[in-house]
């Protein structure tokens, strides 16, 4: 049975993903599938810097405000999302397009990686969200650490319920969750893909993420997240553990002055950048689009991909190939 095609797009945040994938869509007929864990939520829009509709350019997009911040969003249901979003878009006639910075999302989606195995466990999670409370997220990260190192060294003690899943699923099956992971990265994709990873100077890239909190911060950051809160969202939330709302809820909460919350901020996210840099270095057949030695030409930048994507017969003569979406 032939693959169908599918392209991802992703990079390290604020590298520019949105604008490139907008191009690429439009060039190759594409629709896009979000692979982001905040845009998916609605009230989020300037903390999670959402495309706008304008921005949008009538590209269809899925996984964008379909979710309400109480609502609790993970690997397993971006997946199952993803597929019926594909199906959807295979269905138009047209090419997915899978664009964001969540690595774990874009891997499980891509190998189509098996979550069956290990259910969650309410009294084994329950036990550990007390645990957390107790003596902190730090504490727990050091539990993970000493039953499964790797996945220690990839999931961030913050991430609290990734880090309780981990440890959920060794207790469960007796084996380490990086070690199930590494076997279903083994497996060789259902698709017909090309994986492209955008890139910047390190530098550049920072200068990048400072700017866009500045922005953000311009643009109404504090409001949305008094708003949320005063709505009865709260930081024990999946949706605001993100990034630009715990540290403004901590700020709103008296625990930290403005000063501090923006410093911490901006360092958390450079040091989130880092950490998808090091996920995607790891990934196989990934293709890197770095656009300083494109001299950040956008026209160029697209060139790369389209000469790829011709390449590796996802594309025909710039368009794509009709018999891929045939099963």
Do not use: C
């Not at 874009?106 to 309410?122: H, N, P, R, S």
């Not at 504490?139 to 990734?162: C, G, Q, W």
């Not at 450079?270 to 990934?286: D, G, L, P, S």
């Amino acid at each position: 049975m032939k693959k169908r095609p599918l392209i991802i797009l992703t990079g390290p945040t604020a590298v520019g993903k949105t604008k490139a994938s907008i191009g690429l869509a439009k060039a190759v007929g594409g629709e896009i599938i979000s692979a982001d864990s905040m845009q998916v939520y609605r009230k989020m829009d300037i903390g999670s810097a959402k495309i706008t509709r304008e921005e949008m350019d009538g590209v269809p997009h899925y996984l964008v405000d379909v979710l309400d911040p109480s609502e609790e969003f993970n690997v397993a249901f971006f997946q199952k999302m993803a597929k019926e979003a594909m199906e959807q878009i295979y269905a138009n006639g047209h090419i997915p397009i899978v664009v964001g910075g969540t690595g774990f999302y874009i891997q499980a989606l891509l190998y189509d990686i098996d979550f069956t195995e290990g259910k969650e466990d309410d009294s084994v999670r329950s036990e550990l969200e007390v645990f957390a409370a107790k003596h902190g997220a730090e504490k727990l990260h050091e539990m993970l650490r000493e039953i499964d190192p790797k996945s220690a060294e990839t999931i961030h003690a913050n991430n609290v319920k990734r880090v309780i899943r981990a440890i959920e699923y060794y207790r469960q099956t007796g084996r380490p969750i990086s070690e199930h992971n590494e076997v279903e990265r083994q497996k060789e994709s259902p698709y017909h893909f090309a994986y492209f990873v955008l890139m910047d100077d390190r530098q550049n890239l920072y200068d990048r993420i400072e700017k866009r909190i500045d922005l953000m911060l311009a643009d109404g950051l504090l409001d949305e997240v008094k708003r949320l809160q005063e709505e009865g969202y709260t930081k024990d939330m999946v949706s605001m553990q993100g990034l630009g709302y715990k540290e403004i809820l901590d700020y709103l909460n008296g625990d930290l002055t403005l000063e501090e919350a923006v410093y911490i901020l901006k360092r958390d996210t450079r040091h989130f950048a880092k950490r998808q840099i090091t996920w995607f270095r790891r990934e196989r057949n990934v293709v890197w689009i770095h656009k300083n030695e494109l001299n950040y030409d956008e026209d160029k930048i697209l060139e790369k991909m389209l000469h790829v994507l011709k390449e590796k017969e996802i594309i025909e003569n710039g368009f794509i190939d009709k018999d891929d979406f045939t099963l």
